[in-house]
């Protein structure tokens, strides 16, 4: 069988990278149909040696569609991710809105494949941060138990859509011509919010709206999406996660530091590196002696997840400082999502089931 796939939000930038993801994928794909809206409806798209012509995605967009895969903000996907599961699609959404859903699972294939099983038609893709993240945790979880995390993200202005990234660019030119840079910031840190300030050059300790407690909204995903995809719930008290999310002037690839606490003394740093190295599609660069560490540069194009400067806590035993890095629009978006409906494929579970609540 070959499965037709709807891209949603195909002329975004995360949209524009599933479609090259899908094209490597292993998924035996049919037709293939690109959606966004009404502005770019006609637009030309390529895929593999096709050219697809832009749609404008409404409800009645998924007719003989079997997977939707994605990625055109939360107010999109809440509209029409049930008309696709209506319509007898499984979709795949790379937006926040269905996330913390009880009906959804959401899902990191290394980490939690087995969540899709009892899926109702729509599954979401984490958020890029949390992503990476329960990458490195989750085995440690597993083997050792963890008391306590705490995540300070250095992450890059892609992960604010393609608008953010020139604007970075805009202000690094002006900085370096000596003009002024604060009138050209309209997007960062956040669209919507009141004021908005300059990257280049600096770091912004907001991202998302903020909100109770003085915290963003970007850190409670973190939070709230690592207790779901590691123990299932959201509000779980058996790993305590806290953090700081930061906007850095990179332009793709986020990174992590992590401190985690496993409350057990006896764990050695070599048994956190080996646990977290087995882990599939990790790959470990972590040598002092030849300065080998993850960099969002190097990061950069590739699928996997990148961990280094794993150490000992000098002063608390059994707790340890890791650096995560990865490509956030790849594994933190557009290759996590294919690679979810991948995974759907191999476990036949390209099917909506008849008493879904989405249906
Ligand atoms: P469009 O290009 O027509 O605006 P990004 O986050 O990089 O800006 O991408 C967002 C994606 O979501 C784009 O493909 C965008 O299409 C799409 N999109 C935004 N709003 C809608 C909408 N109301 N209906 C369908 N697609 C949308």
Redo the contacts with the bound molecule.
């Keep these: 069988t070959a499965y037709n796939v709807a891209v ?8 524009r990278r599933i479609l090259d993801q899908l094209a490597q994928s292993t998924i035996p794909v049919g037709e293939v149909k690109a ?3 009404a ?2 409806a006609g637009q030309k798209i390529s895929f593999k040696d096709q050219e697809l012509t832009v749609e404008e ?1 409404t409800e009645d967009s998924f007719a003989g569609v079997d997977i939707v895969l994605a ?3 939360g107010s ?1 996907s809440k509209a029409l991710a049930p008309a696709a599961v209506k319509a007898g699609a499984v979709v795949v959404d790379n937006s926040s809105y269905w996330r913390m859903n009880d009906q959804v699972p959401l899902v990191v294939p290394e980490v939690n494949a087995a969540a899709l099983k009892d899926h109702q038609g729509i599954i979401a893709n984490p958020n890029c941060s949390t992503t990476q993240l329960v990458m490195a945790l989750d085995p440690v979880y597993r083997e050792f138990g963890l008391n306590q995390v705490i995540i300070s993200t250095y992450q890059a202005a892609s992960g604010a ?2 608008a953010a990234m020139d604007e970075v660019l805009a202000e690094a030119q002006a900085r370096l011509l000596g003009d002024d840079m604060a009138e050209l910031a309209h997007v960062l840190p956040v669209k919507g919010d009141k004021k908005h300030f300059p990257l280049a050059f600096n770091l912004l300790p907001q991202i998302d709206v903020f909100e109770e407690e003085g915290y963003t909204h970007e850190e409670y995903k973190m939070i709230h999406e690592t207790k779901k995809i590691i123990l299932g719930d959201k509000n779980a008290k058996a790993i305590k996660v806290t953090g700081t999310a930061v906007r850095v002037p990179v332009m793709i690839g986020h990174g992590e530091s992590v401190y985690i606490d496993t409350g057990d003394e006896k764990v050695t740093t070599d048994q956190i590196r080996q646990a977290i190295g087995a882990v599939d599609n990790v790959i470990i660069e972590d040598d002092p002696a030849t300065q080998t560490y993850p960099q969002p540069l190097l990061a950069e194009g590739k699928r996997e997840t990148f961990v280094g400067r794993i150490r000992p806590d000098l002063e608390n035993p059994g707790a340890f400082h890791l650096w995560v890095v990865s490509d956030n629009l790849l594994k933190g978006a557009a290759w996590n999502t294919v690679e979810i409906a991948q995974t759907l494929v191999e476990m036949d579970l390209v099917r909506v089931p008849a008493d879904s609540t989405f249906a």
């Excluded at 949603?8 to 949209?15: F, I, Q, R, S, Y």
């Design positions: 949603l939000g195909a002329t975004g930038a995360v949209g959606l966004a809206s502005r770019s995605a990625s055109a903000g999109t859509g393609k």
